[in-house]
């Protein structure tokens, strides 16, 4: 619990540290740097940590390795955010000097509460990673098989997160949010007709690309429909948001997993993806100039 609470705390601002340093033309690129270096974190440290425990130490000595990166990661987050202060603060002057005293970058761009609602409506009936594990159980993938189909997934995500950066600053966050959402829903009717475990290996690794596509777009958008002067909160409404509809969408997608079938759940899961398309693309598109 702890942990998770930690996560809650630290995710926002983290995200507002990398919008602040990374210029608008490469945020795209800056958030997929952080979600592909996340994505291997979530390979590598299991791995390690199996490693440490066979080579005979106990488990409550691994938590203390553990202990040490992420005591160097504070030191350089605490080092980021003092250079990264310096350099805000000579960027809002020469914003001061040049910019039109009509630029609201004070205040959240009108269309942002509706942003964040189109977000949680795509949550809200996502599969959740648990479910499609165990869709890929039910077409054959062996339990033991279950941790090496984790970790190639998060190498897909992880090999996935750049070019989905670049993409998002090349095409626009809100164009690049919408191909990963339908390449969602694709692999969602994929998944739903996959009928052998080879299949389900390969709809289930594919599902990597979607965040690629969806991660840096989702966060590029909050962060430039947000205002520079309230990220913090503009991300805190985000993350907080998305965690709200989790749990209540996690509960109807397995209600519906297991009262309905996979089938069903899978192609609801689909359809629902395709409205939170048909939103983004009606939904505060007036607001999208210098996001």
């Known amino acids: 619990a702890v942990d998770r609470l930690g996560k809650g705390v630290r995710t926002a601002p983290r ?6 340093v990374a210029a608008a033309e490469v ?3 800056a958030f997929g740097v952080h979600r592909g270096a996340d994505h291997v974190g979530a390979i590598v440290g299991p791995l390690l940590a199996t490693a440490l425990l066979a080579g005979g130490l106990a488990v409550r000595q691994v938590f203390w390795v553990a202990a040490v990166p992420g005591a160097f990661a504070v030191l350089l987050a605490w080092l980021a955010v003092r250079s ?3 350099g805000q603060g000579q960027a809002d002057a020469r914003a001061a000097s040049s910019a039109a005293p009509d630029v609201p970058v004070e205040h959240p761009a009108p269309g942002f509460l509706s942003l964040v609602i189109v977000l949680a409506v795509a949550a809200l009936l996502r599969a959740p990673e648990t479910l499609l594990i165990l869709r890929a159980q039910d077409l054959g993938v062996a339990v033991s098989a279950v941790p090496l189909l984790w970790a190639a ?3 897909v995500r992880s090999l996935a997160s750049y070019p989905g950066g670049v993409l998002t600053d090349r095409w626009g966050p809100r164009r690049t949010l919408a191909v990963g959402w339908l390449v969602y829903a694709a692999l969602a009717v994929a998944f739903a007709a996959a009928a052998t475990a080879a299949q389900a290996w390969a709809v289930f690794l594919t599902f990597g690309l979607v965040a ?18 309230r990220r913090g909160r503009g991300f805190g409404w985000y993350h907080g948001t998305l965690s709200v509809v989790a749990l209540p969408g996690a509960a109807l997608f397995g209600w519906l ?7 069903l759940a899978l192609e609801a899961s689909a359809a629902a993806t395709l409205l939170a398309v048909i939103l983004l693309a009606i939904v505060g598109r007036s607001s999208d100039q210098g996001v």
């Open 27 to 29: 945020r795209g690129r």
């Open 153 to 155: 997934l998060h190498v």
């Open 84 to 86: 990264a202060a310096r």
């Open 15 to 20: 995200d507002v540290m990398i919008a602040d």
């Open 212 to 229: 690629g596509l969806t991660e840096s777009p989702e966060r590029k958008l909050i962060a430039g429909y947000a205002g520079s002067a």
């Open 257 to 263: 997993y297991q009262t309905k079938g996979a089938g």
